[in-house]
């Protein structure tokens, strides 16, 4: 994993993240752990395989949701999922 070049904000917010197959689009919410011009790291109640594709949305931050890729996902002792995701340039 290379290191990060931008500056991470730290704060608690609640996110919303649509996933989307072939068959299904599924809205889920999560909590917003830290955020930077590049991505976010995020607590979600659900596995995501690194490689999918997101939109993420906080209303009170973005103006539309952003186009992400999940990174990482690492199950936490508190059975919630911490994710980290890059927006799509």
Known sequence: MKPRNDYRYKFNLPIKYKLSDVQQTVTKEGIA???????????????????????????????WPKDSTVRWCSPQPNGFYKVGISFSA
């Open 33 to 63: 752990q830290d955020l930077s011009d590049s991505g976010i790291c995020f607590y979600a109640d659900t596995l995501l395989k690194e490689g999918q594709a997101l939109q993420i949305n906080i209303p009170s931050i973005f103006n």
